[in-house]
């Protein structure tokens, strides 16, 4: 009792803080590429500070206890509302994502805590129903539609009751940069990479956690046998999610450094070309495959006919902001279309399919 006493009085001195402290190790530990959580800088000036977390730490508790994060649990991952307990959901991939990437980040004397703030946040943009809502969306409000661009929306403007929830731009960052789709596991373009290292990590992190997931929920739903994965991603990869996993993160550590001033992120030539191979079997085999894409082509005509309903129905769409906790729509702030789009960006499958069967299913009389 009496050594906690003195920590809250040490605590107290901002020199000597807990957060402090912290830094210091920071400077003492990280590689001259990771980034130091005391450099971070955030979109508005802070009312309170806090004397134990970093930045970052910070960051990942606003995340954690955000609304946003919750409601990802009842999010789908590929499988549409799956009713089997061990199929992944979009929190379980983010939960994947946040520890592949914090050990890839502490194996190269990165700044973990940027790393696991960037992955809790990367997909709270994500639709209901998966990639299926996200090209609804797509399709019916704008063809520039992404969830990378909805996350970043949800931690500045929607989060919060519309304050947002005020992240350090290095966070923002990476949540923003953490996909591009079918685009290069590792991009070269100019500007489509994260400013940090941590960031462009929790992008690899991302690929690695849903290659080895989506294997293996498609195996146990018997979208796909064992001997229809191709025989080099055995071979180069392994078996079991726990070889794969391991192979991708040591070939990344193992093959990653500094190369003309810049740290580069190398997977290595084999490993690199099973990784694109089987990623290229899973659109194929599994995201396209008639079962998935039937129910994706449900999913679509959901999303689509709860946008046009809200679309007609402004009064409803206040109604579902306030049970969401999220800002009325406000016309001196939002199109109508804009706000309709958050909303069922911001649904669960479970609450999309019950409004959607409160909205369009007649209510028997007797």
Same mark, same amino acid.
């Given at each position: 009792?009496?050594?906690?006493?003195?920590?809250?009085?040490?605590?107290?001195?901002? $020199?000597?803080?807990?957060?402090?402290?912290?830094?210091?190790?920071?400077?003492?530990?990280?590689?001259?590429?990771?980034?130091?959580?005391?450099?971070?800088?955030?979109?508005?000036?802070?009312?309170?500070?806090?004397?134990?977390?970093?930045?970052?730490?910070?960051?990942? @508790?606003?995340?954690?206890?955000?609304?946003?994060?919750?409601?990802?649990?009842?999010?789908?991952? +590929?499988?549409?509302?799956?009713?089997?307990?061990?199929?992944?959901?979009?929190?379980?991939?983010?939960?994947?994502?946040?520890?592949?990437?914090?050990?890839?980040?502490?194996?190269?004397?990165?700044?973990?805590?940027?790393?696991?703030?960037?992955?809790?946040?990367?997909?709270?943009?994500?639709?209901?129903?998966?990639?299926?809502?996200?090209?609804?969306?797509?399709?019916?409000?704008?063809?520039?539609?992404?969830?990378?661009?909805?996350?970043?929306?949800?931690?500045?403007?929607?989060?919060?009751?519309?304050?947002?929830?005020?992240?350090?731009?290095?966070?923002? $960052?990476?949540?923003?940069?953490?996909?591009?789709?079918?685009?290069?596991?590792?991009?070269?373009?100019?500007?489509?990479?994260?400013?940090?290292?941590?960031?462009?990590? +929790?992008?690899?992190?991302?690929?690695?956690?849903?290659?080895?997931?989506?294997?293996?929920?498609?195996?146990?739903?018997?979208?796909?046998?064992?001997?229809?994965?191709?025989?080099?991603?055995?071979?180069?990869?392994?078996?079991?999610?726990?070889?794969?996993?391991?192979?991708?993160?040591?070939?990344?550590?193992?093959?990653?450094?500094?190369?003309?001033?810049?740290?580069?992120?190398?997977?290595?030539?084999?490993?690199?070309?099973?990784?694109?191979?089987?990623?290229?079997?899973?659109?194929?085999?599994?995201?396209?495959?008639?079962?998935?894409?039937?129910?994706?082509?449900?999913?679509?005509?959901?999303?689509? $006919?709860?946008?046009?309903?809200?679309?007609?129905?402004? $009064?409803?769409?206040?109604?579902?902001?306030?049970?969401?906790?999220?800002?009325?729509?406000?016309?001196? +702030?939002?199109?109508?279309?804009?706000?309709?789009? @958050?909303?069922?960006?911001?649904?669960?499958?479970?609450?999309?399919?019950?409004?959607?069967?409160?909205?369009?299913?007649?209510?028997?009389?007797?």
């Amino acid at each position: 009792m009496h050594q906690l006493s003195n920590i809250h009085i040490k605590s107290q001195d901002k $020199d000597i803080s807990i957060k402090k402290r912290f830094q210091n190790r920071e400077k003492n530990f990280l590689s001259e590429y990771g980034t130091l959580s005391a450099s971070a800088k955030r979109q508005n000036k802070e009312e309170h500070f806090c004397h134990i977390r970093t930045p970052f730490q910070l960051d990942r @508790d606003r995340i954690v206890y955000s609304n946003a994060f919750r409601r990802l649990k009842h999010k789908t991952q +590929v499988f549409l509302s799956p009713l089997g307990d061990h199929y992944r959901t979009r929190l379980t991939h983010t939960l994947e994502v946040a520890e592949i990437a914090r050990n890839i980040a502490r194996a190269m004397r990165l700044n973990e805590d940027l790393a696991e703030a960037i992955s809790l946040g990367h997909d709270l943009g994500h639709t209901p129903f998966g990639h299926g809502g996200e090209t609804a969306l797509i399709e019916v409000h704008s063809a520039h539609f992404t969830h990378s661009d909805q996350s970043l929306r949800v931690v500045d403007s929607l989060e919060n009751r519309g304050k947002g929830l005020n992240l350090t731009n290095m966070v923002r $960052d990476g949540i923003l940069k953490h996909s591009k789709g079918f685009g290069n596991i590792i991009p070269s373009t100019l500007g489509e990479t994260a400013i940090t290292v941590e960031g462009r990590i +929790v992008r690899i992190a991302d690929i690695i956690a849903y290659l080895n997931h989506d294997l293996d929920d498609a195996l146990r739903a018997k979208v796909i046998s064992p001997s229809d994965v191709p025989d080099i991603c055995i071979k180069q990869l392994g078996k079991s999610h726990s070889q794969r996993a391991s192979c991708m993160i040591e070939q990344l550590v193992y093959n990653s450094g500094p190369e003309n001033g810049e740290f580069v992120l190398d997977m290595g030539k084999d490993t690199f070309q099973a990784m694109t191979i089987l990623r290229k079997f899973l659109y194929e085999k599994v995201y396209r495959s008639p079962v998935v894409h039937g129910e994706f082509l449900k999913a679509k005509g959901i999303i689509i $006919d709860l946008y046009n309903y809200f679309m007609s129905h402004p $009064d409803s769409l206040q109604s579902e902001l306030e049970k969401m906790e999220m800002a009325p729509w406000d016309v001196s +702030v939002n199109t109508l279309a804009r706000s309709v789009c @958050d909303i069922i960006a911001s649904m669960t499958d479970r609450y999309a399919l019950s409004l959607y069967s409160k909205i369009f299913f007649p209510n028997p009389l007797f």
